[in-house]
């Protein structure tokens, strides 16, 4: 297999078309099984998305284990030499959750199709509807890069530091606690709110918005480089697109909680704020 080109963490249409037939690439469609029977990028395979996700009920979206996560990715063929370019139909929240996984994995070579499968049609014209099975590989799935990665513990340890930012990305009326999704309503104390899709251009097929806009949403809101972060929402899918933007953006220190608000609300013994 050729080595796989070098491609920036956002990718846009034109730029993958010219990629499509590299077996060094492996375009992943994490959209719903009937969207992607309907049309996908030429080439990619489907993955679901509950392949990424660990339950623990209450707690959803939880990272799976090693073993799982072997299983899945060498179903897909992954193989460590690979550039993954994920996308899906809904904003990228999905693929961006399996390129976060893949981040905590240590594979640093990949891309988000930016707008995802709308934009690709929009840009690229008439999507294919062969099914693609992937050849399998032997991938051995361990977390080499903890740094991703936030737990409550974690969380906790560290609730009013000046150097964290806590970021919600969830809806303004699931932070106020106006919406409730677990045993208990509203945020992390200390969180700051910043809802998941202000990152999206909706006249642009939901690709992400112009730098200079995406850095003021984030600093207006005292979410600077030099601060860590860590994002979260109900079960770390919308906020996995939040983290994406902000290490596409250059920001050094990005964490993702996983268990998320499926967690921390339903912990009778975890402080919250309304």
């Not at 679901?48 to 063929?77: I, K, W």
């Not at 976060?100 to 988000?112: A, C, F, V």
């Not at 106006?178 to 709110?193: D, E, F, K, S, Y």
Request: glycine content about 6%; overall charge negative.
């Amino acid at each position: 297999m050729s080595s796989a080109p070098k491609l920036p963490l956002l990718i846009e249409p034109e730029q993958l078309q010219s990629h499509v037939a590299d077996p060094a690439m492996l375009i992943v469609d994490l959209s719903e099984p009937a969207s992607y029977a309907i049309g996908h990028v030429s080439g990619a395979v489907h993955l679901d998305y509950a392949d990424l996700n660990r339950t623990e009920p209450p707690v959803m979206g939880l990272l799976p284990h090693e073993a799982q996560l072997s299983q899945v990715l060498s179903r897909l063929g992954l193989t460590p030499e690979r550039h993954v370019v994920a996308y899906d139909d809904e904003g990228n929240g999905r693929a961006s959750r399996l390129l976060w996984t893949l981040l905590t994995l240590g594979h640093q070579r990949l891309s988000l199709l930016n707008g995802g499968i709308r934009a690709w049609e929009v840009a690229c014209g008439p999507l294919e509807v062969n099914t693609h099975q992937p050849q399998p590989s032997t991938y051995q799935a361990q977390i080499t890069n903890p740094e991703t990665l936030a737990d409550k513990d974690y969380i906790l340890a560290r609730l009013g530091d000046p150097d964290l930012v806590l970021l919600d990305t969830r809806t303004p009326a699931e932070f106020a606690g106006l919406v409730v999704r677990a045993a208990r309503c509203g945020h992390i104390p200390g969180a700051i709110n910043l809802n998941w899709t202000s990152a999206m251009d909706p006249q642009r097929q939901l690709r992400f918005q112009p730098d200079p806009v995406l850095r003021k949403l984030f600093e207006w809101r005292g979410i600077t480089p030099d601060k860590e972060v860590v994002v979260y929402c109900q079960t770390h899918h919308r906020s996995a697109h939040t983290y994406y933007v902000l290490r596409y953006l250059g920001y050094p220190r990005v964490r993702g909680y996983p268990g998320s608000w499926s967690e921390w609300g339903n912990d009778p013994h975890l402080p919250i704020s309304v």
